[in-house]
């Protein structure tokens, strides 16, 4: 532990934290400083400039868990320390872990036995797992394609074109050519006919989303497992599903367990879900589970000595934090499955009254469907007005609330829409202040006429806004301190 | 959240009176393989988690592990505070972005990066230096695979040359991205990459050649300036453009500060970027490691990605997308709170402490100091003698006063060296350095009193007085290959696991 000498002695014990010397002095940018300072100063400099974040409960933005009980909150700092690839040094931790891959495994209706280990991988996230499922994929098709004699550099997938940019990672890092299906209006996610038409014998796999980001709807997996079936059939080739669930996989097992997408459908062979999503954990954790050991090559997998036992991994991110997996488990045995359910039925009712109050206005068409994720998308029905869906989404900023506008993926790409994710955390009382926010904001845009062209008022994006908002702030801050 | 479900049974409305280790959900068999059917309260469920969690190990007396496991309670309030932010909405959360492109351009300056002082440099942070890593070598490959594209020349077999001393995610981004990865066998007393050698085996294919600035077995830094040199004559001799990445995961924040002298960043010109653990010597939690470039020409722009991701454009070139923003606040935090002088306190007490305990291990006359004075502050020791007891019964019995100490065997050609390894963190204080040799002194002297289990199961031979050797018979030889087989199968995953 370092005690570095102060400057002055009097200087920390006389001075508040914005009176000493180290306010003043403009924070360090380019450079490490050359001296240490007192860690309140540290701390409250710090503090202080992260107050110009945006306030992640009112980020609708994001799929991606805001809050968690004040015991989990406990447990994540106690392990805050705890180095998760020490399997040896902390086994408790590990298999807390194994017992997350098992209970996600066996709610995706794996085909393992009830005390049967299954196969699979806590990641930092979906990125990871997708990436993990791909490798997976594109190995065991190299090998076929070895044992056959036939030549494997030219490896590719099918997708839509709706698919998270993750995929497209994939693609570019691990030189597998990339497929898309493109969507079309009124049909925002893959097509699975049309997925099937460009399969060819390169295919390493197709990968059908559960919970598009776009619109957050359902794609349909059964009739992608039966028209690849089929077509399997017909040329031998063993073309194999993945499932991105991303966001979908911690819903469709509580709202909708009738609807088959996962392994119970054969084709299916991996699937990747985010915990930080609908699993209800902060930013940091997502799995990937495999169908059987088959699915998963050896060669990939690096054996690890664990307590004299073999302990098989395959991650891309080696050291990191325990936190969030601890936290994983956390939910999983503090909710049960009535809990997930619960949480689940209440974001899918938020989502509807929200829906509700947007059709009431007038103005907008809904593209979200109600049996998917819980949000609402929605695109001005006229689109000839002075204005779009990126100022709504501008002018809501100054209510507090970030509510992104883009456009629908290409093939569509002339739609604009809003999206309002509605996470656990969201409540009806804030969905009731949302609704009537946006009511405002129509209000005021047909109140003044706006010149598509008049910025004055309107700073050109959100993150310019921002960062003026910041260089005031700290200018007027710098004012204050050189009293 | 909502959580609404009525007290309806009789049991149910004790439990909330029921004092934690009354109620039946202690009583219960825990859910290991099948999500529960019911929720619990959470009361009951923080209590379940914790006491299992009390079963691991305590990661401030875990030797084995360079990765920090102590932080202030200010910085610890300012991780609890942020997370729930996800770093990725860059958009939403300007100024946790902007405290990552300060860490970057901080680093940067600190590995003396040919850039202006106000200007931005290029890099990234990262979940690890094994995510740090393969970036790097994602970039050396597709820079490589252009230049040959170019060239007209076939582009299908890239390799990369490093030391057998490398960590596993070397192996990994080898294996996982389709590069071949040539090692650099080790030999007696010559535990890293020998840079004479590496250069030997650069052909057209190299995409780099990969350096280690504090290698994780015995904690010694490459002499990157010789292979700098080295290189640079070959690549006069043969035109072909080979660069050199450093894998500085321990060393980048040891060298800077103790030995800034030591040419090793970018200072040589054929360094074209450079990895360092945050987690490590930068004093922060698990889960931050950071990468910089030289220049923006050594990051192919086809491997950036611009997306428009809720809304707005974002650049990306990480591996991870959604992860939390803690660990990037608490790097910047440390580096605000310590500045150079703070981070170079510590490492002169690190430095203190090894030697401490280096002069302790010393002086007990039975081990060999295997790692060097300048390099990560830790200290690697074999037995002098190990014919009746292992280096891994040494770290077995003082698991049982608490330390964590592992034991490996070196790679190839080394592999009948085996080394207790203990790393000497910021919270390892002297206090702990001295008990500790206290308690190895204790562990050996029991060890002298138990009878020898060097039988054909469980020996491992270190190869010393070469009068023993020379009368070895031939049965007994093939018993110490066999021997050597087995022990190389079961620690050949602590290899991997050491970090």
Not at chain 1, 83 to 90: F, L
Not at chain 2, 14 to 20: D, F, K, L, Q, V
Request: net charge negative; aromatic share 10%; charged share 25%.
């Amino acid at each position: 532990m370092v005690f570095p000498k102060p400057a002055s002695e009097s200087d920390l014990i006389l001075h508040s934290n914005f009176i000493s010397r180290y306010a003043k002095d403009s924070i360090p940018r380019f450079s490490m400083p050359e001296n240490s300072m007192p860690k309140e100063v540290a701390y409250q400099n710090i503090h202080d400039e992260l107050q110009l974040d945006a306030n992640p409960k009112l980020n609708l933005a994001s799929f991606v868990t805001t809050s968690m009980e004040e015991e989990c909150n406990k447990l994540i700092m106690e392990s805050i320390n705890k180095n998760y690839v020490d399997m040896d040094e902390y086994p408790a931790t590990t298999d807390l872990h194994n017992r997350c891959v098992n209970m996600i495994a066996r709610l995706f209706n794996a085909e393992i036995g009830e005390n049967e280990s299954a196969v699979g991988a806590g990641t930092v996230g979906s990125s990871e797992a997708i990436m993990l499922a791909g490798l997976a994929f594109k190995k065991k098709w190299q090998n076929k394609r070895k044992a056959e004699g036939k030549p494997y550099d030219k490896p590719n997938m099918v997708t839509g074109a709706n698919v998270q940019v993750c995929w497209e990672k994939f693609a570019r890092y691990f030189e597998v050519e990339l497929r898309e299906v493109k969507v079309r209006e009124d049909y925002y996610v893959m097509d699975p006919a049309k997925a099937v038409e460009m399969v060819d014998e390169n295919t390493i796999c197709v990968a059908a989303i559960l919970g598009s980001t776009y619109n957050g709807e359902f794609e349909d997996v059964k009739l992608l497992n039966d028209l690849l079936l089929e077509k399997n059939k017909q040329t031998g080739w063993d073309t194999p599903i993945h499932v991105d669930a991303a966001s979908g996989g911690f819903i469709a097992p509580f709202l909708y367990p009738e609807l088959e997408w996962d392994f119970r459908l054969p084709l299916v062979k991996s699937i990747n879900v985010s915990g930080h999503k609908y699993g209800l954990v902060y930013a940091g954790i997502g799995w990937v589970i495999w169908r059987t050991k088959e699915d998963l090559p050896e060669d990939l997998v690096f054996h690890i000595n664990y307590l004299g036992a073999d302990q098989p991994t395959f991650t891309l991110n080696f050291s990191k934090g325990s936190s969030q997996i601890i936290a994983q488990y956390y939910q999983l045995i503090r909710l049960g499955q009535e809990g997930y359910r619960s949480i689940m039925e209440d974001c899918r009712e938020n989502a509807m009254v929200l829906k509700e109050h947007l059709e009431e206005t007038g103005y907008f068409n809904i593209l979200s469907k109600d049996n998917g994720v819980p949000m609402v998308a929605f695109s001005l029905k006229d689109s000839s007005q002075q204005y779009d869906e990126f100022k709504i989404s501008k002018m809501l900023r100054r209510h507090g609330w970030v509510v992104p506008a883009y456009p629908m993926p290409p093939g569509a790409h002339h739609i604009k829409v809003l999206r309002a994710v509605i996470r656990a955390d969201f409540s009806r009382t804030l969905v009731e202040h949302l609704a009537l926010d946006i009511k405002n904001v129509l209000h005021e845009l047909h109140k003044i006429p706006l010149d598509i062209n008049d910025e004055k008022f309107l700073v050109d994006t959100a993150l310019g806004e921002h960062r003026e908002i910041i260089a005031q702030e700290s200018n007027k801050r710098q004012k204050i301190m050189a009293v | 959240m909502v959580i609404s479900s009525t007290v309806s049974h009789p049991d149910e409305q004790n439990e909330s009176i029921a004092c934690t280790f009354a109620s039946r959900y202690v009583r219960e068999q825990v859910p290991k393989f099948k999500m529960p059917e019911n929720s619990i309260p959470k009361d009951a469920a923080y209590r379940i988690i914790n006491d299992e969690l009390m079963l691991d190990g305590k990661p401030r007396l875990n030797l084995a592990s360079f990765v920090t496991t102590w932080m202030e309670p200010e910085c610890d309030k300012l991780i609890m505070d942020s997370l729930n932010k996800n770093y990725v909405d860059m958009d939403e959360y300007p100024v946790t972005t902007e405290l990552q492109n300060r860490c970057v351009n901080i680093i940067a300056h600190l590995f003396n990066a040919p850039i202006g002082s106000e200007e931005t440099a290029v890099g990234v942070g990262t979940v690890g230096s094994s995510e740090a890593i393969m970036l790097a070598g994602l970039a050396f490959k597709r820079k490589w695979q252009t230049k040959r594209k170019a060239e007209g020349k076939p582009y299908d077999k890239p390799n990369i040359v490093t030391g057998a001393n490398v960590q596993v995610c070397w192996e990994q981004f080898a294996r996982y991205f389709e590069v071949e990865l040539k090692e650099v066998k080790l030999t007696e007393d010559y535990y890293v990459m020998d840079p004479l050698k590496a250069v030997e085996m650069v052909d057209e294919n190299t995409i780099c050649v990969a350096a280690i600035l504090g290698s994780t077995l015995t904690g010694e830094f490459e002499d990157v300036k010789l292979l700098n040199e080295l290189l640079t004559k070959k690549n006069k001799e043969t035109g072909w453009d080979t660069p050199i990445h450093v894998d500085a995961a321990s060393g980048g924040f040891v060298a800077p500060f103790l030995y800034p002298d030591l040419l090793w960043d970018f200072r040589l010109p054929l360094v074209k970027s450079i990895n360092v653990s945050g987690h490590k010597y930068g004093l922060v939690y698990p889960g931050i490691g950071w990468v910089v470039w030289r220049h923006k020409a050594d990051l192919p722009d086809d491997l950036v990605f611009h997306i428009n991701y809720l809304g707005s454009d974002q650049p990306t070139f990480t591996l991870n997308f959604s992860k939390g923003s803690s660990q990037i606040i608490a790097q910047y935090y440390q580096f605000i709170r310590l500045g150079f002088e703070g981070y170079k306190n510590v490492m002169e007490n690190c430095l203190a402490n090894t030697r401490t305990l280096k002069e302790g291990i010393e002086k007990t006359g039975r081990f060999k100091i295997v790692s060097k004075d300048i390099g990560v502050p830790l200290v690697a020791f074999s037995l002098k003698d190990s014919s009746k007891h292992t280096v891994f019964e040494i770290a077995d019995h003082l698991r049982k006063y608490g330390w964590i100490v592992p034991a490996y065997t070196m790679p190839a050609d080394a592999k009948h060296i085996a080394v207790l390894r203990v790393v000497i963190r910021e919270d390892f204080s002297c206090s702990l350095a001295e008990r500790l040799v206290s308690d190895i002194e204790k562990v050996v002297n029991l060890l002298d009193t138990l009878p020898s289990s060097i039988n054909s199961k469980d020996a491992h031979v270190a190869v010393i007085a070469s009068e023993t050797s020379e009368e070895v018979k031939k049965d007994i030889t093939e018993t110490q290959a066999e021997i050597l087989r087995y022990w190389k199968k079961l620690v050949d995953g602590k290899r991997v696991g050491a970090c």
